[in-house]
Each structure stands twice: as structure tokens, then as C-alpha cells.
């Protein structure tokens, strides 16, 4: 089975630009969760989407916002993009509350 | 929310050497994960353990639930082993993960 893909791996913004990242999850799961690591914040929970729908949201503004598709692909979007944003945001994905494995990450920087 | 303690935070060791990271948690919980973070960032899976021992080679982790902590076990250290070791427990009843602040582990040739 193919791992949890993202993409693009590297992205370089400017502020008040925005931005999307996509997701595809392991064949056959249908949560897929994001999370942030910063340096100074580790590992913050963004939102979790089941079946198109999105189950839980973390502590982050609006701008923050994501989707879920069909076939369980997800994206997140950054609007207004701020240097703090500048992080690695990695995406998740598992088979009904059960072990998550993740992918290997978009590293986003905001100059 | 619940809260997720590692320590220690750093430990720097000799190749060879054997290891012991922990894991403490605030609440109940019905599973937790260990997960390698490697130098490209990604989270690579360890152990799926909510309780009991297990062992995967040089690796073990064991997790005593009603004392709300968890160990893992590194043995025969190796270069390869170095880098940021994570807990990780869901919120009750969702997908959502807290993760420790992890463990640095460098290991010395």
C-alpha cells in the first residue's frame, strides 16, 4: 500500500499571499488530520475530516481552512500568510479512530 | 486537554549504548503512539501501544495505562537512531493527536 503523500514538499510565499496543500490519504482511510510543527510551538492539531466533513478544529485562526473530497484527498489553505505561518505542516491520515500514520510533510516558508 | 510530558529532553550517547525514553500523560487514554521524526521531518511509526509491552528488534516500548505513562526503549544504539523521538495520545473519542515536545536523541560514532 502507498503511504500518505503530500505535496508540493517545499513551498516559498510572501506575506498576504495565500496557499494550498494537498493530501492523499492511505488507500482506504477516510480521516485525515493536519497538524503544524514550529520550532517554538511543536505540534499543534489544525482539524480532522472524515468522510467530507470536518470533526474537529484546533486553536487557529480563519485563515486556516481545509476540505475534504470524495475519495478522501484533502486540502488545507492558508489565507493572508504570515511570517509565523512559515512552518512544516504535516498531514495524517488513519482508518477509523486507529493508529495514524502520516506523510512526510510540506515545509512552507513566508518571506 | 490532556497533556503529554517526554523527557529527558535531550541525551546524547555513545554508539552502542542503550536508552530509555518516557512518556507521562495526564488522563486516560485508550491508545498512544512513539514515532521517529527523521532529519526530513517526517513522523515515522514506532509502536501502536495503549498498553502492555511490545518489541519491534532493538526497539520496545511498554505502556502502563493505569499509571498513565509510557516507555521507550532503545537497545544497541545505533548513528541512525538519532533524531526526535515523539509521544503521542488522542483526545477521548476523536482523531485528534497531542504530542509531547519530544526527545532529541543524538548518537556519538
Known amino acids: 500500500k502507498a503511504g500518505v503523500t503530500q505535496t508540493p514538499r517545499y513551498l516559498i510565499k510572501t506575506r498576504g499571499q495565500q496557499v494550498t496543500l494537498s493530501c492523499s490519504p492511505i488507500s482506504g482511510h477516510r480521516s485525515v488530520s493536519w497538524y503544524q510543527q514550529t520550532p517554538g510551538q511543536g505540534l499543534q492539531f489544525l482539524f480532522e475530516y472524515f468522510s467530507e466533513t470536518q470533526r474537529n478544529k484546533g486553536n487557529f485562526p480563519g485563515r486556516f481552512s481545509g476540505r475534504q473530497f470524495s475519495n478522501s484527498r484533502s486540502e488545507m489553505n492558508v489565507s493572508t500568510l504570515e511570517l509565523g505561518d512559515s512552518a512544516l505542516y504535516l498531514c495524517?491520515?488513519?482508518?477509523?479512530?486507529?493508529?495514524?500514520?502520516f506523510g512526510p510533510g510540506t515545509r512552507l516558508t513566508v518571506l | 486537554g490532556i497533556q503529554v510530558e517526554q523527557s529527558p529532553p535531550d541525551l546524547i550517547l555513545q554508539e552502542g549504548a542503550n536508552s530509555t525514553l518516557r512518556c507521562n500523560f495526564s488522563d486516560s487514554v485508550n491508545n498512544l503512539q512513539w514515532f521517529h521524526q527523521n532529519p526530513w521531518g517526517q513522523l515515522i511509526n514506532l509502536f501502536y501501544?495503549?498498553?502492555g509491552t511490545k518489541q519491534n528488534g532493538r526497539l520496545s516500548a511498554t505502556t502502563v495505562a493505569t499509571e498513565r505513562y509510557s516507555l521507550l526503549y532503545i537497545s544497541s544504539s545505533q548513528t541512525t537512531d538519532s533524531g526526535v523521538y515523539f509521544c503521542a495520545v488522542p483526545n477521548f473519542g476523536n482523531e485528534k493527536l497531542t504530542f509531547g515536545t519530544g526527545t532529541r536523541l543524538t548518537i556519538i560514532p
Open positions: 495524517a491520515s488513519s482508518w477509523y479512530n486507529n493508529e495514524q500514520f
Open positions: 501501544i495503549p498498553s
